[in-house]
T-cell receptor, first 113, second 115 residues
Framework: NAGVTQTPKFRILKIGQSMTLQCTQDMNHNYMYWYRQDPGMGLKLIYY???????DKGEVPNGYNVSRSTTEDFPLRLELAAPSQTSVYFC????????????FGPGTRLTVL | AQSVTQPDIHITVSEGASLELRCNYSYGATPYLFWYVQSPGQGLQLLLKYFSGDTLVQGIKGFEAEFKRSQSSFNLRKPSVHWSDAAEYFC?????????????FGKGTKLSVKP
């Protein structure tokens, strides 16, 4: 039981490039989340999903897109990367809504130069 | 507006000393409250959570937290800190029936442990 896995662990992008951050969970959780963590700012919710085919915006969605075609996978797409997207990105999942425990992946450290 | 505040950015304690990390919340209804720990270079791990019942909650690794409605607080405590407790600690909250994705995190408290 791997829990929540994320790839890649590290990535450097040039301004204007695009990439997809991968997230997979093997706990059959309905809810999945993407957060970004900036120093001294805690975690901010980017997007979340309540089940396959259903996604919604969080607090800071601009510049990102998501899809949820299966229960297991919740990729985060960055289009036209900007320096402001330099951050650590965490994927998480929970069985029920956010009142339930969230399980986090190890994170992806992204630098945009 | 709903919010979670951690007043202390960085705390240093000696190994073996007691620890208290502060968390204050602002919610209209009784919130669901969580403490997560993040070791360097790792994801977050749940220490404990509160949603009803006994206001003193026991968690993993010897941590406990007390919900105090009158003070809008949910402080994390440990009687004797170990060097391995050095990490960043996040308080978080949400309410049932609110925005489905809306777990709000505090900005975190970094704990350093002196030998």
């Amino acid at each position: 039981n791997a829990g929540v896995t994320q790839t890649p662990k590290f990535r450097i992008l040039k301004i204007g490039q695009s990439m997809t951050l991968q997230c997979t969970q093997d706990m059959n959780h309905n809810y999945m989340y993407w957060y970004r963590q900036d120093p001294g700012m805690g975690l901010k919710l980017i997007y979340y999903s309540v089940g396959a085919g259903i996604t919604d915006k969080g607090e800071v969605p601009n510049g990102y897109n998501v899809s949820r075609s299966t229960t297991e996978d919740f990729p985060l797409r960055l289009e036209l990367a900007a320096p402001s997207q330099t951050s650590v990105y965490f994927c998480a999942s929970s069985h029920r809504d956010p009142t339930d425990t969230q399980y986090f992946g190890p994170g992806t450290r992204l630098t945009v130069l | 507006a709903q919010s979670v505040t951690q007043p202390d950015i960085h705390i240093t304690v000696s190994e073996g000393a007691s620890l208290e990390l502060r968390c204050n919340y602002s919610y209209g209804a009784t919130p669901y409250l969580f403490w997560y720990v993040q070791s360097p270079g790792q994801g977050l791990q749940l220490l404990l959570k509160y949603f009803s019942g006994d206001t003193l909650v026991q968690g993993i690794k010897g941590f406990e937290a007390e919900f105090k409605r009158s003070q809008s607080s949910f402080n994390l405590r440990k009687p004797s800190v170990h060097w391995s407790d050095a990490a960043e600690y996040f308080c978080a909250g949400t309410t049932r029936g609110g925005s489905q994705g809306n777990l709000i995190f505090g900005k975190g408290t970094k704990l350093s442990v002196k030998p």
